[in-house]
C-alpha cells in the first residue's frame, strides 16, 4: 500500500498535516466506532474482573483488538516471558503500546503527555501505567515505587529508555532514571529486549518532529489499509548479570541495535530530529558552523 510521499513525510514532521479527504474521514469515523464498540464489551468485563478480584485479560484483548483496528497487523517473534519480566523496547508509535500489550499483557511507563491525549490517555490507566513527568527531578523516587507496585500487580512493566519517539531507522541513547528500580533487581525478575519493526512503513508510522499526538492519531487512522509489524522479544538476561542499571540499558541497547541492523539489512542512521525533552540535538546540528550574530 503506497504510503505519504517523502515530501509530505517531511511536512507532517514539521507539523503541517496532509490533508485528508472523504474516505479518510471516513475511516477515522469507522475505526473509531470500532474501538468504541470494543470498550462496551470490554470494560465492562474488566472491572467485573476487578470486583470479583481475579486477574482481568480484558485490557490485552482490547489493546490487541486496538492495535487491529488502528491498521497494524502485528506478529509476534520469539516468546515473551509471562510474569517477572522487566521489557525494554525502542519506540516509534503510540502504535507500540497496543502491539506490545495486545501481545503480553505488559503495563507500562509512559510519558505524562500521553495520560492527557484523548482516548489513549484514558486507555492506559486501565493497563496500570505509570505516567512519568521529565522534569520531576524531585519525585523520581515517588515514580520509582510506583513502579515497583506497577511490576509486583502485573508480572511485567515494559519501558521505553529513548525517552522519545523516533522512525524506525535510528535507536537514540537510553535514559536510565526508570531503570532505578532494578537497582538491586527484585527477586526473580529478568529483563528481556523487545525490537518494534515496522518493515517498509516505519518512517510513515513513526511520530516524530512537531507533530502533534491528534494529527498523529489523525493521520495514522485515516491511512487505507493496514500495515505489518513485528514484536521481536529477544533473549531475556538477568538483571544481576549487569549490575546498575547504565549496564542493564547498555546491554539492552546494545541487543536491540543488533537485532535492529539485522531487520533493516543496513546500519543504523543518525536520527534527524532535536528532541529538547531529552536533550538530543541531531550530530548535524551540533557540528554545524555557528552564523553570525549581525544579521
Request: glycine share 8%; aromatic share 10%; no cysteine.
Amino acid at each position: 500500500m503506497r504510503g505519504l510521499s517523502p515530501t509530505a513525510r517531511a511536512e507532517a514532521a514539521a507539523g503541517n498535516p496532509p490533508p485528508i479527504d472523504a474516505a479518510g474521514y471516513l475511516r477515522i469515523t469507522l475505526r473509531a466506532s470500532g474501538l468504541f464498540f470494543a470498550l462496551l464489551l470490554t470494560v465492562p468485563l474488566h472491572y467485573l474482573w476487578r470486583f470479583l478480584r481475579i486477574g482481568s485479560p480484558w485490557p490485552k484483548i482490547f489493546l490487541g483488538w486496538a492495535a487491529r483496528l488502528a491498521g497494524a497487523r502485528v506478529e509476534r517473534v520469539g516468546v515473551p516471558l509471562k510474569r517477572d519480566v522487566f521489557y525494554i523496547s525502542n519506540h516509534l508509535s503510540w502504535v507500540d503500546i497496543l502491539a506490545i500489550a495486545g501481545q503480553s499483557g505488559t503495563a507500562f511507563v509512559a510519558k505524562q503527555e500521553i495520560r492527557a491525549a484523548p482516548v489513549v490517555g484514558w486507555l492506559s490507566t486501565l493497563n496500570r501505567t505509570v505516567f512519568v513527568k521529565r522534569e520531576n527531578r524531585l519525585g523520581v523516587a515517588e515514580q520509582i515505587n510506583q513502579l515497583r507496585d506497577a511490576l509486583t500487580d502485573n508480572w511485567s512493566v515494559t519501558v521505553f529508555p529513548e525517552g522519545t519517539t523516533t522512525d524506525g531507522q535510528s535507536l537514540l541513547p537510553f535514559k536510565t532514571p526508570m531503570l532505578r528500580v532494578l537497582e538491586p533487581p527484585p527477586p526473580a525478575v529478568l529483563v528481556q529486549p523487545v525490537l518494534l519493526d515496522y518493515g517498509a512503513v516505519a518512517e510513515e508510522i513513526g511520530w516524530i518532529g512537531e507533530e502533534s499526538g491528534i494529527n498523529n492519531a489523525k493521520r495514522i487512522l485515516s491511512r487505507p489499509g493496514n500495515f505489518r509489524m513485528k514484536v521481536h522479544f529477544l533473549e531475556p538476561f538477568h538483571p544481576r548479570d549487569f549490575p546498575g542499571r547504565k549496564a542493564i540499558a547498555a546491554e539492552s541497547r546494545l541487543r536491540i541495535e543488533a537485532a535492529l541492523v539485522e531487520v533493516l539489512g543496513k546500519p543504523l542512521r543518525p536520527f534527524a530530529y532535536a528532541v529538547e525533552a531529552v536533550k538530543f540535538v541531531p550530530v548535524d546540528v551540533m557540528t554545524a558552523p555557528q552564523s553570525g550574530s549581525d544579521e
